[in-house]
């Protein structure tokens, strides 16, 4: 999930330079969050099962593991909300009137 991340975080970098329009940054901020909590929620329980002792690349598990399971599956959901929630920010930039200033990043030329 490293890369993902990292994924963001270029779109959110190089998102106003390649296409001149400003991001929404509150949302960028709850797609951040909500990504982060999903991930964790998802994969983090995934290391008490194992230690529990659940087999992996299984279609069935005992029910001694569905309270780690359902944990993760909300993960999951909370990720899949943040990755619709991304695309909607993608949408309402490539939509929007808000420019970006020539200078973005506050980039200063040296004399």
Sequence with gaps: ???????????YYW??????LAYPDALS????WTMFI???LTFFPQHFLGLA????RIPDYPDAYAGWNA???VGSMISAFSALLFIYIIYATL?????????????????
């Design 1 to 11: 999930m490293g890369a993902v991340f990292a994924i963001f975080a270029g779109m």
């Design 15 to 20: 998102l106003g330079k390649m296409t001149g």
């Design 29 to 32: 901020r709850v797609h951040f």
């Design 38 to 40: 999903g991930v964790n």
């Design 53 to 56: 002792g659940m087999p992996r």
């Design 71 to 73: 944990v993760s599956s």
């Design 95 to 111: 939509t929007s009137e808000r420019s970006v200033s020539n200078n973005q990043w506050n980039f200063r030329k040296k004399a």
